[in-house]
């Protein structure tokens, strides 16, 4: 076991929780769009957003999947996210392969993160270009006034691959 090594795996322990919790953010911004009643006024809209930080991600994604359906796949990758995001918060230690003792098990560690890191970018930039979206179209609470050429646009971004 090597200390750079170490310093590598704790440093992009850092990184991952904060691009989870960003990807959280926004996901919890865009569903507080999603869903909500046309004529509700900033401060409704902030008691919504206020309920909506008080569940987990998975909650959150299970009140989108309401409203929306995902395209080619994403749904999968959304789930394979989540569950991910789970690992690492809650038995990061446990996942096959990652431990501390060894550098292989460290290296699998380090790539298991950058992995997430990457899954968490994708999704703050689907749910950004979501809520970009919502706010250029002023279709802030109702879907089906979204056009087809521009919910294609977002759907596009769920398909962009952060490079590793």
Same mark, same amino acid.
């Given at each position: 076991?090597?200390?750079?090594? @170490?310093?590598? @795996?704790?440093?992009?322990?850092?990184?991952?929780?904060?691009?989870?919790?960003?990807?959280?953010?926004? @996901?919890?911004?865009?569903?507080?769009?999603?869903?909500?009643?046309?004529?509700?006024?900033?401060?409704? +809209?902030?008691?919504?957003?206020?309920?909506?930080?008080?569940?987990? &991600?998975?909650?959150?994604?299970?009140?989108?999947?309401?409203?929306?359906?995902?395209?080619?796949?994403?749904?999968? %990758?959304?789930?394979?996210?989540?569950?991910?995001?789970?690992?690492?918060?809650?038995?990061?230690?446990?996942?096959?392969? &990652? %431990?501390?003792?060894?550098?292989?098990? &460290?290296?699998?560690?380090?790539?298991?993160?950058?992995?997430?890191?990457?899954?968490?970018?994708?999704?703050?930039?689907?749910?950004?270009?979501?809520?970009?979206?919502?706010?250029?179209?002023?279709?802030?609470?109702? +879907?089906?006034?979204?056009?087809?050429?521009?919910?294609?646009?977002? +759907?596009? +971004?769920?398909?962009?691959?952060?490079?590793?």
């Amino acid at each position: 076991m090597t200390l750079p090594l @170490l310093l590598e @795996l704790t440093s992009n322990m850092g990184v991952t929780l904060l691009k989870i919790q960003n990807a959280e953010r926004v @996901l919890k911004q865009c569903i507080t769009w999603v869903g909500a009643d046309p004529d509700m006024t900033l401060q409704g +809209l902030e008691a919504r957003e206020e309920k909506l930080t008080k569940r987990t &991600i998975g909650q959150v994604i299970e009140l989108f999947r309401k409203k929306v359906e995902f395209k080619n796949g994403y749904e999968e %990758g959304l789930e394979t996210f989540l569950k991910k995001r789970n690992k690492f918060a809650h038995d990061f230690l446990s996942v096959p392969g &990652i %431990g501390i003792k060894t550098e292989t098990e &460290i290296a699998a560690g380090i790539d298991f993160l950058r992995e997430l890191a990457n899954q968490a970018d994708l999704a703050t930039k689907v749910f950004s270009g979501m809520n970009q979206m919502f706010l250029k179209q002023d279709v802030s609470r109702d +879907l089906s006034a979204v056009d087809e050429e521009s919910f294609n646009e977002v +759907l596009a +971004l769920m398909f962009i691959q952060p490079k590793s």
